[in-house]
């Protein structure tokens, strides 16, 4: 540790050195020891560490003291929150934006023999109509409307047989909800970790209802990726059978996922955050997880009045 690395076992079952310096978050899951010294050698190195139960549910990060501050930042970003039309707009950005996202991936399995015009449409015309929401509980409606719509598309793009009805949250009844809670928040905890590493602060949102005991702006950016990052994938593993019902625990109803199962899609999660695209506006490839800090500097620029912020919409 001591030397700027440790010993830990990989996905694959071997025994690595771990480089402190080209690590830039710490997933634990199911039962870990740890102590003092480890937190404190995190904390020198500002790496975040995510902390998931036995059953694969988020418990908690450990953040390291915030190195990279500003007061001027966080007056702005305050002030951006506490002006209603102000919040309003950068509301509807991140939902349209979101919603424009779910629209191109049914658009790709449309274009694959999936007969989905009829959704699509839907999803078009509810998108339409945030922008004229008059407060945030009215666009978060139409959301609403728009991701059951969503949903009722999954049993034609998924393959397996699995009757997935509608989003149960707490706790999931069925594999598609376990997978969908599951990635979600390894989503929530990429963007808390690329949040870090700039100057915003991860509590005050624009969507969510900022509350206590949570880090609210990853809620608000994770609205953009999840139809990107993680139903993409969830998608395609279910399609090519990288994980079945041999994955999940039965007896629970599926509630939970097998450690081969959180091993696989460990495994291809961070291969996709890896994944590079050509991005238009900086002429050069950019990893997806880049894409997440792209956005919290776009919104940086919103809020302190430098560019208007439009949110990242994909093309493929």
């Known amino acids: 540790m001591w030397a700027g690395f440790y010993a830990y076992k990989g996905l694959d079952g071997q025994s690595k050195n771990l480089k402190a310096e080209v690590t830039d978050e710490i997933y634990l899951f199911g039962e870990v020891s740890m102590n003092t010294k480890l937190l404190n050698f995190l904390s020198q190195k500002n790496i975040t560490m995510h902390v998931f ?3 694969g549910f988020y418990s908690g990060s450990f953040y390291p003291r915030e190195s990279n501050i500003s007061g001027y930042l966080l007056v702005e970003q305050v002030k951006c929150y506490d002006n209603i039309e102000k919040r309003l707009e950068l509301a509807k950005e991140i939902l349209k934006t979101s919603s424009y996202n779910i629209y191109r991936n049914l658009r790709y399995y449309n274009g694959r023999g999936v007969e989905l015009n009829e959704p699509m449409n839907e999803i078009q015309s509810l998108n339409n ?9 009215e666009i978060m409606g139409i959301e609403g409307n728009i991701r059951k719509v969503y949903y009722s598309t999954w049993n034609d793009i998924i393959k397996q047989d699995i009757k997935f009805e509608k989003r149960v949250k707490r706790p999931p009844d069925n594999m598609i909800n376990s997978l969908i809670s599951f990635v979600n928040s390894l989503i929530y905890t990429t963007v808390l970790s690329e949040i870090y590493k700039t100057q915003l602060n991860p509590t005050i949102s624009y969507l969510h209802e900022p509350g206590t005991k949570r880090f609210s702006l990853c809620l608000d950016i994770a609205e953009i990726f ?6 993409r994938m969830i998608f395609s593993m279910l399609n090519k059978n990288q994980i079945t019902e041999d994955d999940f625990e039965k007896e629970s109803n599926f509630l939970y996922i097998k450690e081969s199962g959180k091993k696989k899609i460990l495994m291809e999660y961070d291969r996709r955050l890896s994944q590079t695209i050509y991005h238009k506006e900086l002429k050069r490839d950019v990893s997806y997880r880049y894409l997440i800090r792209l956005e919290c500097y776009k919104l940086i620029k919103h809020i302190i009045g430098e560019k208007e912020y439009e949110g990242f919409k994909i093309w493929w």
């Open 53 to 55: 139960n036995y059953y």
């Open 129 to 137: 109509r945030l922008d004229y929401g008059n407060s945030i509980n």
């Open 226 to 231: 999840k139809p990107l990052i993680g139903e």
